[in-house]
């Protein structure tokens, strides 16, 4: 019975002795590792003090450690703080918390409500305010139906919207930053670039388009007028360039197989190329110029074929010629075959 006793008192003695060490670990877990400074640095668009708060939301990361455990995680870290990319935490002492983070870079705006409506590579809306940033394009054409902060953005037309997201993500890509990115009247991409027009037609071909844009507009991003791009294809390398109405100046621009720019130029209007094969070429007069109930002026080939792109010239080969093959050419406007 008195080896029985002092066993129980024993085992009594070493529970309490490991609860009072449980005690006095939290006591120091909980009192010695306090944030007491956190300091922020990566941030741009958004100030230390709405990163610090937005951290400190959760009551729980008041403790050093809980803090450090909670944003090493990064689906945590992306629950808690959605507005940014990535975080990195690192413990300095247990009273202060070195918090690096890598913002989500706006790739374009929609301006709704009164505000200033940024979004992401994905279509997230990573702010909304009335402060407008710089180098930043803003989208016009698209009904915005909903806009909640770091959810998807939400359009009426959500195909023309997912067109939009991926031509910002695909111009972010390429160090391209247009003043405005438009859906025309008539279902169009419309990049503008100060004066200049770049005319992206559907959303055919998107990525070799906006590639070689990269290229071009070097060479005219400081001019007024149009630059014709809706045919571009890797198949169909023609862009054209057509200055303003006053002047009517014209420069054919074209790229190789590699991608780089092959230019030529030619004031005044178009002139039908020639060839010295003796191949059939094309004459304006091979096709009638027309003009609808509407005003808008369409042009049909000599297949009766009919487009109302009749500012493009395309379908020429790299010195600007029509593509022939000694009996017959392509059609510079509808790009029918004709004998």
Not at 99 to 120: I, N, S, W
Not at 174 to 200: A, Q
Not at 224 to 231: I, K, P, Y
């Amino acid at each position: 019975m008195k080896n029985s006793h002092k066993r129980r008192k024993r085992k009594g003695r070493v529970k309490w002795g490991i609860i009072g060490i449980l005690l006095l670990t939290a006591a120091v877990v909980f009192g010695l590792f306090r944030v007491k400074e956190i300091s922020v640095s990566g941030n741009s668009t958004f100030t230390s003090t709405q990163i610090q708060q937005a951290i400190l939301q959760d009551g729980l990361c008041q403790n050093t450690l809980y803090l450090i455990w909670k944003y090493n995680d990064k689906e945590k870290a992306e629950n808690a703080l959605p507005f940014l990319s990535s975080v990195e935490v690192k413990m300095v002492s247990p009273f202060k918390v070195q918090v690096h983070v890598y913002e989500k870079m706006a790739v374009g705006y929609v301006r709704t409500q009164g505000k200033y409506v940024y979004f992401d590579r994905t279509g997230l809306v990573i702010e909304s305010s009335q402060k407008r940033h710089e180098n930043v394009p803003e989208v016009t054409g698209l009904t915005v139906d909903k806009v909640t902060l770091y959810k998807a953005l939400s359009a009426s037309e959500p195909d023309k919207l997912d067109t939009v997201i991926r031509v910002a993500d695909l111009l972010n890509q390429e160090g391209l930053v247009p003043d405005e990115i438009r859906y025309s009247t008539k279902e169009e991409l419309i990049l503008i670039f100060g004066k200049l027009n770049v005319l992206m037609g559907d959303e055919s071909s998107l990525e070799d388009k906006i590639s070689v844009l990269s290229s071009i507009l070097p060479n005219v991003a400081e001019k007024s007028g149009n630059l014709n791009m809706e045919s571009y294809s890797s198949q169909s390398q023609s862009v054209t360039y057509r200055d303003t109405p006053e002047t009517e100046a014209e420069v054919q621009t074209e790229t190789d197989e590699n991608g780089n720019v092959i230019a030529g130029s030619s004031d005044g209007e178009e002139t039908p190329a020639t060839q010295d094969s003796g191949a059939p070429t094309y004459q304006e007069s091979d096709g009638t110029f027309a003009e609808d109930a509407d005003g808008n002026r369409y042009y049909t080939d000599k297949k009766g074929n009919i487009t109302y792109n009749v500012d493009s010239y395309n379908y020429v080969d790299s010195n600007g010629e029509i593509i022939t093959d000694g009996y017959g050419y392509i059609d510079p406007y509808t790009g029918a075959y004709i004998q």
